[in-house]
């Protein structure tokens, strides 16, 4: 038996770009992209804190150090630019595995830098 887990996360990122007329996704700088162990093509949740909407999509990579979060495609109508947005990973684990994973937690201040790194859930 296997649970889904968080893998990882990217809190309160804001929204750079929505671009409508793209294929689909969400562009991640490639940088928080590895600090958050995210890989392209890997499917992650979207919370948007300013008006509530929860979608998935899938990464690509944006271009290293610019800290681009760009909403692709039809994900585009569900954010402006400016918006506050959680950005979810799961991993699908043995209970066994998850008493001993440790995720990798981003916060991220106004412009996209990593401002604290944990690898723990807080209460």
Known sequence: MTIEMLYSKIHRATVTDANLNYVGSITID??????????????????NINNGERFSTYVIKGKRGKRDICLNGAAARKVHPGDKIIIIAYASMTPEEAKKFKPAVLIVDDNNDIIEKTTYLQD
């Open 30 to 47: 490639e940088e928080l992209m590895e600090e958050a162990n995210l890989l392209v093509g890997q499917k992650v949740d979207i919370v």
